[in-house]
């Protein structure tokens, strides 16, 4: 039984941590769409690319699989 509520528990984490990186997401490709300074547009697309890093590593741990 502590096995099955650890499961659980650690699931839940990582689908709050997964949900809470595409909002992430999501702000930064507003930000994106801004238009912003070339420096400040590199920055914000390395930033996204690791988010997606993440975001892709905690749905792996769910058992997601995510095909683009």
């Known amino acids: 039984e502590e096995d ?3 499961r659980s528990v650690d699931n839940a984490v990582y689908a709050l941590k997964s949900r809470r990186l595409e909002i992430m997401i999501h702000d930064i490709q507003k930000r994106i769409k801004e238009n912003p300074p070339e ?3 590199i920055s914000l697309l390395e930033l996204q690319n690791q988010l997606l890093i993440a975001k892709k590593t905690f749905n792996s ?3 997601r699989i995510i095909v683009k």
């Open 39 to 41: 420096e400040e547009l």
């Open 4 to 6: 099955i509520l650890k």
């Open 61 to 63: 741990l769910l058992g």
